[in-house]
């Protein structure tokens, strides 16, 4: 009876043992499991990552900085000039060819303008404003005085289109020179776009109003 009773007591202990080991094992396993559910190392990295923003494309998408600004103001009034230039065209131009020039620049030009508008709009930028005088903007690149929009609206026939090709030739040039450091200096994905846009559109414009001067 005394062996039995020993023998029956060790087997006992045994199994106590043994379900203590199978408890700490999966014990073990649920905190190694946990750790894949977004706690472990590489979780934390890529939510820091998130939360900095160099994981998250949108924010590369948004971003801009103050030359994108600056190319938005600054294109706008200079585009307005252009159309305002255009639109003199269509009773005054002699040539099919100046007035079919002229309409093209139209209807690349104001778009752009209205996108430019939304851009400045979203960032909380101030939109310059519209009939303002051109003496205003005299120190832009390209853009016309006063002296020669009066000039211009005086004129007509052969001399107007003369003086038109002219003055926009000097104005494309401006705005491609302005347009080409939106391309170096931007941030803006769709301002540098459009930016390399009218470096392309404008380029070729000023090849084929040279051609109609006839100094190319």
Not at 49 to 55: C, E, I, L, N, P
Not at 178 to 196: C, L, S, V, W
Request: charged share 20%; proline share 3%.
């Amino acid at each position: 009876m005394t062996i039995r009773t020993l023998t029956r007591r060790a087997a006992l202990a045994a199994v106590a043992v043994t379900g203590a080991l199978v408890l700490a094992a999966c014990g073990g396993d649920d905190g190694a499991s946990g750790g894949h559910t977004g706690h472990g190392p590489s979780a934390a990295a890529s939510a820091s990552a998130t939360a900095s923003g160099s994981a998250d494309p949108r924010a590369s998408a948004t971003a801009h900085n103050a030359q994108d600004v600056s190319f938005a103001q600054g294109m706008i009034p200079h585009h307005r000039q252009a159309l305002e230039m255009a639109k003199l065209a269509d009773g005054r131009a002699s040539s099919a060819r100046v007035k079919d020039l002229a309409s093209r620049i139209e209807k690349a030009q104001d778009p752009e303008i209205r996108t430019m508008t939304g851009w400045l709009t979203s960032w909380g930028e101030q939109v310059p404003m519209a009939g303002m005088d051109h003496s205003g903007h005299s120190g832009m690149s390209g853009m016309m005085s006063e002296a020669d929009m009066t000039a211009l609206e005086k004129a007509t026939g052969k001399d107007f289109d003369t003086r038109f090709l002219s003055m926009m030739v000097d104005h494309h040039e401006g705005a491609v020179e302005m347009a080409t450091t939106e391309k170096e200096k931007g941030q803006y994905g769709p301002a540098r776009t459009m930016a390399d846009a009218i470096v392309t559109a404008q380029n070729a414009e000023i090849e084929e109003m040279r051609r109609l001067l006839g100094t190319e």
